[in-house]
């Protein structure tokens, strides 16, 4: 059984930066792609960010390309996004996500696995 546990969210302004952790257990995720998801009020959730547990092939929606940054850390099992110069756009439920299959992937069906969420609020 995998279990992805995230952390890290808060109330923040805008321009301020912010790291979400997502600490993974339960297999050996050598050959998973992890990836950030989030779900804004009345939306649905949509892909932020993925990477393969090799650190290869980082992904990014177009909304956070060059504000965000996917990264992990083996040793730890775990993956992080840093967040920067955050938007009031950017509040939502941020959700890690887990596939065995190795590939990055964009849809929210394409995961099997994922954990309970972590808020971030931006105010402006």
């Known amino acids: 059984q995998v279990e992805l546990v995230e952390s890290g969210g808060r109330l923040v302004q805008a321009g301020d930066s912010l790291r979400l952790s997502c600490a993974a257990s339960?297999?050996?995720?050598?050959?998973?792609?992890m990836g950030w998801f989030r779900q804004a009020p009345g939306k649905e959730r949509e892909f932020v960010a993925a990477?393969?547990?090799?650190?290869?092939?980082?992904s990014y929606a177009d909304s956070v390309n060059g504000r965000f940054t996917i990264s992990e850390a083996n040793a730890k099992n775990t993956v992080y996004l840093q967040m920067n110069s955050l938007k009031p756009e950017d509040t939502a439920v941020y959700y890690c996500?887990?596939?065995?299959?190795?590939?990055?992937?964009?849809?929210?069906?394409?995961?099997?696995?994922w954990g309970q969420g972590t808020q971030v609020t931006v105010s402006s």
């Open positions: 339960g297999r050996t995720f050598t050959r998973y792609t």
């Open positions: 996500a887990a596939d065995q299959r190795g590939s990055i992937f964009y849809r929210v069906s394409d995961y099997a696995f």
């Open positions: 990477i393969s547990w090799s650190g290869s092939n980082p």
